[in-house]
Each structure stands twice: as C-alpha cells, then as structure tokens.
C-alpha cells in the first residue's frame, strides 16, 4: 500500500496557486444539491462550516457542547501566527515556513507548511473584517508578540484570550449560515461512527445527547474537526470532553493514522497539586516573552525548598541557575516547547524541582517587574525611582501585559505571582498526530476530510507556539472550501444518499450493541477509574522520555486494563436520555486502543525528534552533547497505521519526506 | 473536610424536582468545586445510584458551560469566577452547600444541573456577526486603524463567555447583559457600525422573543458575571436601540 499525498507539482512558492487554479470547481446549482457532514465546532470545524455554507453547500455540523461557541479551541490563550511583516523584522511566506519546518523538526511535509504560511496573513485580514478585536497600539495599528522558536514578532493577540476571540469570530460566520438555514446544527450530538458506501464517506451514526436517539446522518461528504486526543493522558490541558472518538471511528473505518505518537508536552502548566485533579491549566507561552525560568544552583536549596523551610525568593542571584538561558543562549527562554519542556524534566529528575512533589520550576517576573519599572519611571520624569516606587510601576506594567493569567494563577494555586515566583511543570498539551490526509486534507477514505488538530498535516514532530490557531483557521476557512470541490465535482450527478441502506442499518446496529455492552456490564468501577490508569501508563512509559522496555510493557499493560474495562466497569442509567457516564465509556474505550497504537508507534520510531524523546538517542559528545538526537537516514518519513481489524494489530505504512526547498539541519538553539 | 451538599435533582424539563441531600468527606481546599462533585459522582457510581448531571468542559474558566447555582448565587461566592474556578477553600468544614441550576424561563432544566441555553445561541443568529464572507478577498488588517480605546472597550465586551450567570442572577431573568456585550463590542468598531441599525433591533426582538425578563438596572449581574461585563455596555445597546428605532428601523 502506498500513500499518495496528491503534492502539485511545480515550485514550492506556486504549488497552492496552480493547484487552486487546475481543482474541478462546483457550480452554484450544483452546489445546493451537495450535503456535507462537519464533525466539530473548533476553530477548524466552525470555519470550515461557515466557508462550506457560504459557497452554497448544505452543511449539517454537529458538537458535543451546548453550543458551537464552548469548543475548546476557545481555550487557546497566547495568539496567532501570521507572516504579515508588520514589524518589519525580517519576517516573510519563507521565514515562516522555515521556523514551522524547523520547528517541527523535519518531519512535516513541506508543502502543506508552505501552504499554511502562505494563506497565513489572509487569516488576520478575515478575522479583522468579522470585528475580532486583537492588540493594538496607540496608532490604532494591530500589535505584535513574540513566541518559542523564532526569531521575530509575528504573533497576533487578544490579550491571554487570542482563541475565545477567534472562535467567537468563526462561531458569529458560523451563527449567519445557522440563520440563513444553510447550516443545520446539531448541539450535544456525538458523532459515533462514520458510514461506507462503496467505499466512500456517506455519512455518520450519531447519538442525540439529550434524548439518548441513536440517528442516522447521510452527505456526500464527511470533514473530521473533533480536535486532538491529548485526553489519553487523563491529566493534561485538554477539556474534559475533547476524545479522538470521531478520529478513531475514521481510523477503524479505513483511514490512517499518522504519527500518532507525537505528542506535544507544554513547558509552561500549572503543577500537579493532589490525586484528585481532573485537568491541568496551561499558563501562556507568551510569559516566556518576559518570565525567566530557573532552578536553584544548589541542590541543598532544593532539598530545603522541597521541604518547605525555604522560599525561593529568598534565593540570591547567584545561586540560581537560569538553565535555558544557560544551555541555549541564542534563544534563552524562548526555546521551542519540546526543548523546554525536556529541559525542565531534566533538572526536576536531578532533584532540583522546586515544589513538595518535586516536580516544579520557576518563572520569574523579578527582572521583568524592575525593568519595566525603571522604564516606566524613566517616561513619567522620574530619573531617580526608589526600590519601592519600581516595583509598584513594574507590577501594574506586568499586569496590563498578563494581567487575566496571573490572576487565574492565583485564584488556582492561591499564590500571589507578583510576589512569588510562579511554579510551572510540563504537561500534555497538544497532539501533532491525527488522520492522515493528502495536500487535500482528505483522508485515504475518499470523501472523508480532516481540519485542524485533528490531522497530522503540519506541525511534524513539534508544534510551535501559536500555530495551532493558524492551522485551524486556514484549513477550514481558505484550504478546505477550495480542495473540497475537486472531490464534490464528482458528486454532482449522485443524488441525495440514502440514510437507510445496509450500510448504515449495520453501522447503527453495531453502535447500538456496543452502547448497550456498556449498560450491560454492570461491573464495579467508574469509567474515571479506568481513565486514571490509562493515563498514569501513558504518562509514565509514553511520555516526555520514551524507551524500549518501558513502551513495550505499556502495551502489554494497555491491553489488560482494556479487558478489566470492558469486564468490569459501571455504566449507571440508561439508554435514553442523558447519560454522562455512557458518554465517557464510549470516549475511553477509544482512547484506550488509540493508547495503544501511540506506544507502538513510539516504540517502532527509535530516533529521538521533536515531542517524541527516545532515551536511546542522544548526542553523545560534541557541543550538542545531551541533546535529542534524530535519524534522518532512517526516519525521515510519516508513519501511517492502517487499522487491521483488531487494536494493537495496525500496519505501518511510510510516507517519504522530501525536503528540496530547505536544507534538512541538527535543530540548534544554541 | 466534611460538606453537607443540597443538590436539585429532577430527571427531565416537564419532571417535578427536588433538593437531595448528600454528604461528602476528604474534600481538600485544593480542590475545585467541580472537583469536589467529581469525587460525589464516583461515589454515587460505586453505590450504584445515578450521578449527578451538570455542564463542564475546558475547567480552566472559559468555554461557560459550566453553570451553577451556589448558596444562592451564580458561581457561588467567587468573584470573576466560574463554577469551575471555585475552589474549596473558599468553603469551611461542616458548611452546608446548596446547589441549584440556573432557573429562568427561557433556560428549560434538561436533567438535574443542567439547562438548556440554546436562546443564547438563537439571539446571535438573529445579529451578532458582520456579515462578511470568509472568502479572503478582504482588505488589509492594517488598513482601518482603530483608537487604542475603543479596540479595548470592544476587546472587553467580547470577553463574555456566554454562560448565562447573568439571566440565572437578575431577577427578571433578563438576557440584557448578554445581548448587549455582543452588540457593544461590534458598534465599537467600524466593521461592525455598518448594519448596527438592523443588528441592535434584530438581537433585542429575539431576546423578548425568547422570554427573557427586562431590565430594571438593579446590577446584580455585573456582580455576579465571572468575566466583569460593565453595565455600560447596556447603556449602550440602548442608545444604539433608541437611534435605531428614532431613524424609523423596526
């Protein structure tokens, strides 16, 4: 089986254009007879239903939540990425490219990314016109920050809020198209199966959330923008209903999985405080502009930290080791997320972490609260400021800039920041992995599309900060509306699909049996319960650092606790009507052998690169000694899974990476 | 520490529902409230009785789904926060909590905690977008410059995360706060002043529409909104519905 990505051909810098202008178009009247399925109201799902609507296609979209607008891409915090330039810093289409594929550690295809940076700047053009109300300065111009792993300003914001803003913005296109009547929504639905018919996506098996009814949904096409499963862990920055469910339905239908064990560990989390903690809370990579972060020098200051007898205020300057800016210089601590996350883990695992558990670092805003005092100061005539009058001016100039994240710091830990360095920790954040799709975003179930996190198209082994968002966006507002008609076009003579075939008796009736496997089991344990210790493997064996033995235990120990759920769990309630619990049964179950397929996919890739950290790989000597070392002779490509009727069974299969428009380099922040 | 929780159970919208009592042990003030009804509900499952159903998602205060009504306030004694938020420091040993869902007509109970907000979603399909295609073809982002002031006041309106503390708390349960955030962010910024006019009067009548209550400017929702919404942004919305409505739109 080969993989085809359907790359155009020509020059990078024209492969999207000439594409754009040899795709079969759908003409207007067609176009009202075409039904197509979205799955997801992210920014990817929200704006692609928008977009596909506006053309004059019949949309039906369907979301877990009460609403399209709570989808968790309202959750992004720090901004998006766009190659508008308007620093004028150098940055450029090529220089944003190049930090994605870099960024990405070489293992993204250059197309798409050069595609993504393309129609990059056309996303803040569009979200300004809908009245999204990013930054701006005392010109009335929009404002700029900057983000790990790059060299220029080129991130776009909206406070510490940049993701509500832009959903809100896709959710109000989404809204028009709603009242039109071109978008029919389905809120608190579940997407449970996607629907073959002669080997194409005809439809999906949902279930009403409210009233338990199992429905049947036909289209002539089905786009997959359910978000990323980073869930699988139990902890991590997700929301508590984001599942890879939908995702999951397409993998075992056919399509594949790519990369699934990329998975993007955040620098910059609020620690672990107890058992009971059901989710974790990101805190803005966009601190790192201004929070320097540090471990103490001593290992006995630690001990003492740890114990509680010590503060780490009170720790003088030179007994600090401001260990990014220590190992990267050049980039300090605005190195990308995979590099810090790692480096943080490192000094916590030497037993310097700065909390109770450990497992905790500094991020300090001392320097940044006096710099910006003395500035303040300066401006306001004040040549000669006290102490006192720097910190005051420094902390209200530190609040204007992070004010809202400080405060939900605050409010979690109830520690005062500005006084108290803050303590972060890595967490699960973010998965690069997903369906693999051609330069199309389809999947290699033809009709069946891909958006956003959902995908495995852009961001390789790593993502870097902000780019999520311009992702999202661009796939579904200027990729997707485009690429689909080359598909649909074929469509046009079909006729509206029949919602009551074989196909989709079947695929209902085995949604059903399963749904009712679930009641039936009448075992002893919550499903949170088997949620848990899924996690804490995955954490454990498949997390920041990765090896043979323990991945390969991971599996084994997956598939056990796969069968003591499927024996033992307790799904109180009903069929009909609300159910929560039936709901998360259904989502774990599909984590649990998507858990399964990360660790072997980790296990089969002995390289270390990006997120995914082999302890095997290591550079051994040499300035880059210690640092994650890669195999590009013998990895440079995506691993794709095809499902092979039972979990654990997937084949690999490999799509080569070819990087002709950037030299393939060691990744080097130092 | 050890809580007595006074829940509202009720099975379905036309079902009779009831305050249930439940007592819970081993809650840390570490915990978020969410947490703590997380810790209630593996219980309930493990004696095998029906959990408690309520609406949540990001946890991290920003999606609104998450809607409760505690000690007889919006999101309980927090201030600018969500129900996931609390935490349960902010509770004492031994205290008894009550725990309602949000009550107004135009948001029905579904099951127990959970309600249905979908008029929120039907008065921004009646207006709060501009109506501008997604095509690409628009003009540079740079090329309106917007006053500082006003992009902020804007960017503050829009910061509602539409979870209806607002209608549960005023006691004409009036959806004035909501409404006018989105119609106070657009007027404030000259991509969305174009069809001001038909949006301010198109969001209200569906509003009314939808059986929300009428403003009597009592406050009490600014209070309790967990994203700080200024009452201002309704004096706004109705100078914007007066000069509207004066320029002969209806």
């Not at chain 1, 995702?247 to 056919?254: D, L, M, R, V």
């Not at chain 1, 471990?295 to 003088?316: E, H």
């Not at chain 1, 899974?641 to 030299?663: T, Y």
């Not at chain 2, 725990?99 to 921004?124: C, G, H, T, Y």
Request: charged share 25%; proline share 3%.
């Amino acid at each position: 089986m080969v993989l085809d990505s359907k790359t155009p051909e020509g020059p990078l810098k024209d492969k999207w254009t000439r594409h754009k202008n040899e795709i079969d178009l759908v003409n207007p009247a067609n176009k009202r007879n075409i039904d197509v399925i979205v799955v997801g109201t992210g920014l990817a799902g929200a704006s692609a239903s928008a977009s596909l609507a506006e053309l004059g296609y019949n949309v039906k979209t369907f979301c877990f939540q009460d609403s399209p607008r709570r989808a968790h891409s309202i959750a992004a915090q720090g901004g998006i990425n766009a190659a508008k330039n308007y620093q004028g810093d150098g940055d450029s289409t090529y220089r944003l490219f190049y930090d994605t594929v870099k960024g990405g550690d070489y293992r993204s295809r250059e197309s798409n990314v050069y595609r993504l940076a393309e129609v990059s700047a056309n996303i803040i053009d569009q979200c300004v016109a809908q009245g999204v109300p990013f930054a701006r300065d005392y010109g009335g111009l929009l404002d700029n920050r900057s983000f790990g792993g790059v060299l220029v300003s080129r991130t776009f914001y909206a406070k510490g809020q940049t993701g509500q803003q832009l959903l809100l913005g896709a959710y109000s296109a989404l809204s028009r198209q709603i009242a039109k009547g071109k978008v029919e929504m389905h809120n608190r639905h579940e997407m449970l199966d996607l629907v073959k018919v002669d080997g194409k996506a005809r439809g999906i098996i949902a279930r009403n959330l409210v009233t338990g009814e199992i429905q049947r949904h036909s289209a002539h096409a089905v786009v997959i923008a359910s978000g990323g499963y980073g869930n699988v862990f139990f902890l991590s920055t997700n929301a508590m209903g984001s599942n890879v469910t939908a995702a999951w339905k397409a993998h075992k239908k056919g399509a594949h999985m790519a990369n699934p064990c990329f998975t993007q560990i955040h620098p910059t989390c609020i620690p672990v405080s107890g058992g009971f903690q059901s989710k974790l809370t990101l805190m803005s990579e966009s601190l790192r502009n201004d929070g320097r972060i540090w471990v103490p020098a001593k290992l006995a200051d630690a001990k003492a930290i740890q114990a509680g007898t010590l503060q780490g205020r009170d720790i003088p300057e030179e007994d600090r080791d401001y260990y990014l800016e220590r190992r990267y210089p050049a980039f300090g601590n605005l190195v990308p997320r995979d590099v810090a996350s790692r480096a943080a883990k490192e000094r916590c695992d030497e037993g310097f972490g700065v909390n109770k558990t450990g497992e905790a670092v500094y991020l300090d805003f001392k320097s940044a609260i006096a710099r910006y005092g003395k500035e303040d100061a300066f401006v306001h005539g004040n040549k000669t400021p006290s102490a006192e009058e720097i910190q005051t001016l420094g902390k209200a100039v530190v609040a204007s800039k992070y004010g809202n994240l400080f405060q939900m710091y605050e409010k979690i830990t109830d520690e005062n920041p500005y006084e108290m360095p803050m303590k972060i920790y890595p967490a699960v954040h973010y998965t690069m992995g997903g369906l693999w799709v051609d330069y199309n975003l389809m999947t290699d179930i033809p009709g069946c599309y891909a958006a956003g996190e959902a995908n495995f198209s852009d961001h390789g082994a790593n993502r870097l900060g902000a780019s999520a968002l311009m992702q999202g966006l661009a796939d579904g507002y200027f990729v997707l509306p485009y690429t689909i008609g080359d598909y649909l076009s074929h469509e046009i003579r079909t006729g509206e699909i029949a919602n009551d075939s074989p196909e989709f008796m079947q695929a209902e009736k085995e949604v059903k049996d399963k749904i009712d496997g679930f009641i039936n089991a009448k075992g002893e344990k919550p499903v949170d319960h088997f949620h848990m210790r899924l996690g804490k493997i995955m954490w454990e064996k498949c997390g920041m650092a990765r090896n043979a033995e323990d991945l390969q235990k991971a599996i084994d120990e997956i598939k056990a606790l796969r069968i003591e759920f499927y024996a033992n769990v307790r799904v109180p309630g009903l069929v009909n009507g609300v159910n929560q619990e039936l709901e998360k049964a259904g989502r774990v179950a599909d984590l649990m052998e998507l858990g399964e397929l990360m660790c072997k996919d980790a296990l089969q890739r002995t390289e270390s690169c990006g997120g995914h950290f082999r302890e095997e790989s290591v550079e051994i000597d040499g300035e880059q000694k210690g640092e994650a070392k890669r195999d590009d002779e013998n990895f440079t490509f995506v691993s794709a899974w095809q499902w092979k009727g039972e979990s654990g069974n997937q084949e690999l299969v490999k799509e080569p990476l070819e990087f002709k428009d950037i030299a393939v380099k060691q990744r080097s922040y130092k | 520490m050890k809580l007595l929780l006074k829940i509202w159970r009720q099975d379905g919208p036309k079902e009779k529902g009831q305050m249930v009592d439940y007592n819970v042990d081993g809650i840390e003030g570490d915990m978020s409230f969410l947490e703590m009804m997380d810790i209630l509900n593996s219980q309930l499952i493990e004696k095998g009785e029906e959990p408690i159903n309520f609406d949540h998602d990001c946890r991290e205060g920003i999606c609104g789904s998450c809607s409760m009504f505690i000690n007889g306030e919006a999101h309980g004694p927090g201030r600018n926060v969500t129900t996931c938020q609390l935490h349960m420091r902010s509770f004492k040993d031994g205290e008894t909590i009550f725990i309602e869902p949000w009550r107004a007509k135009a948001f029905p109970v579904i099951k127990d905690l959970m309600v249905d907000r979908s008029a929120f979603d039907r008065i921004i399909q009646a207006g709060g977008y501009v109506s501008v295609n997604t095509s690409g073809n628009t003009q540079d982002a740079n090329s309106i410059p917007i006053p500082k002031e006003d992009a902020d006041l804007a960017f503050d309106a829009a910061t509602c995360i539409g979870c209806g503390a607002c209608v549960a708390t005023c006691k004409n349960a009036s959806a004035m706060l909501f409404t006018s955030a989105k119609v106070a962010q657009l007027s404030l910024l000259p991509q969305g002043q174009v069809e001001g006019k038909e949006r301010v009067i198109n969001m209200v009548n569906q509003m009314d529409l939808e059986g929300f209550g009428n403003c009597t400017n009592t406050g009490a929702c600014e209070v309790e909104c967990p994203k700080g919404i200024s009452l201002d942004n309704i004096a706004r919305m109705n100078r914007e519905f007066l000069s509207a409505t004066a320029k002969g739109k209806k």
